[in-house]
């Protein structure tokens, strides 16, 4: 089993900057590829960002590509999201999430475990 914990959203006017956490614990070194993933009321969960839990290979949405960077420290078992230039299109909740298949990180499926989320707002 793995825990995740986020941390770090709030409400930020557009343009600003937050700075995500995620905090795991349990069997994480089984753990392949970590994930961020955001969600709006009506609307499926959507791929923002993930890396490689070893090799530290980093994957994002077109979306916040150059605004968003993914970053873990695996001796801390962290894993982090900087977002800059935010949007009000960036509102929602964020949610991270670990994948022991390390396939397809790109979609919601292949995540074995979730966070609770924390809510981001952009306010314009």
């Known amino acids: 089993q793995v825990q995740l914990v986020e941390s770090g959203g709030g409400l930020v006017q557009a343009g600003g900057s937050l700075r995500l956490s995620c905090a795991a614990s349990?069997?994480?070194?089984?753990?392949?590829?970590m994930g961020w993933f955001r969600q709006t009321p009506g609307k499926e969960r959507e791929f923002v960002s993930a890396?490689?839990?070893?090799?530290?290979?980093?994957y994002y949405a077109d979306s916040v590509k150059g605004r968003f960077t993914i970053s873990s420290d695996n001796a801390k078992n962290m894993m982090y999201l900087q977002m800059n230039s935010l949007k009000p299109e960036d509102t929602a909740v964020y949610y991270c999430?670990?994948?022991?298949?390390?396939?397809?990180?790109?979609?919601?499926?292949?995540?074995?475990?979730w966070g609770q989320g924390t809510q981001v707002t952009v306010s314009s």
């Open positions: 890396i490689t839990w070893s090799g530290g290979s980093t």
């Open positions: 999430a670990a994948s022991t298949s390390g396939i397809r990180i790109l979609m919601p499926e292949y995540y074995n475990y």
């Open positions: 349990g069997r994480t070194f089984s753990s392949y590829a």
